[in-house]
């Protein structure tokens, strides 16, 4: 039998875009990481919290991630390089298993999520100007319709995720909303194979559809 970590793994390679979105316009680009870990035979997601500082999404709950720089090769090397900038985590000791279909943001950002398995041990050293708080959160949360609340987005034809965490270690409550919110429950959807409590607007066993004409609206609008 295959333990946690490889039938997670087996799960999500399956959703690997490989050049599927190749044939996009050339836009401003940016990535996330979304570090995967198995704890006592549960998956728990690592995420941060922006620091107060920040131009843009100041105490916002993100990932680790951000805009392309020139001399990066691809998305998976903005995702490791920012991750190593934020909160100091080697790329060598990030096992990438894929890259999902990417979002464009609020700002106009065309955010590639690339998810990859740390070491539970992995200690952050969160960059203060950037990052004022890293956390855990066992990803079958965003399954849960606890703690959960939406709305219908007009624009799309997806919602407005938002959820509230408590950390059980040190009782600080975080928003967790928007992109980050919708990244997050797509990953735990595709990574647990389970379909979430609460309406996603996509179907589980293919949401690259959804996503793909969600996208190619937004182009058509650029």
Aim: include cysteine; charge should be negative.
């Amino acid at each position: 039998m295959m333990d946690k970590k490889d039938e997670v793994i087996a799960n999500l390679k399956r959703f690997d875009i490989g050049s599927t979105f190749s044939y996009l316009p050339v836009l401003p680009k940016a990535s996330v990481l979304v570090p995967l870990f198995v704890r006592q035979g549960e998956l728990h997601v690592l995420m941060t919290l922006r620091s107060k500082q920040l131009r843009s999404g100041a105490g916002e709950v993100c990932f680790p991630g951000g805009k392309r720089d020139p001399g990066d090769r691809d998305d998976t090397d903005t995702a490791l390089r920012e991750a190593q900038e934020e909160i100091g985590l080697p790329p060598e000791q990030v096992q990438v298993v894929c890259t999902l279909f990417p979002i464009i943001n609020k700002s106009g950002l065309l955010v590639t999520p690339v998810v990859g398995f740390i070491e539970e041990s992995f200690c952050p050293r969160p960059n203060p100007t950037e990052v004022s708080a890293v956390f855990t959160v066992p990803l079958d949360f965003f399954t849960r319709e606890r703690d959960h609340t939406a709305c219908s987005l007009p624009e799309t034809t997806g919602f407005l995720h938002s959820f509230h965490y408590t950390s059980p270690d040190s009782g600080d409550r975080y928003h967790i909303w928007g992109l980050t919110a919708i990244l997050a429950t797509v990953v735990a959807v595709l990574a647990l194979r389970r379909k979430p409590e609460f309406d996603v607007g996509f179907d589980s066993e293919d949401p690259l559809t959804f996503f793909q004409q969600n996208l190619n609206r937004r182009i058509s609008k650029l």
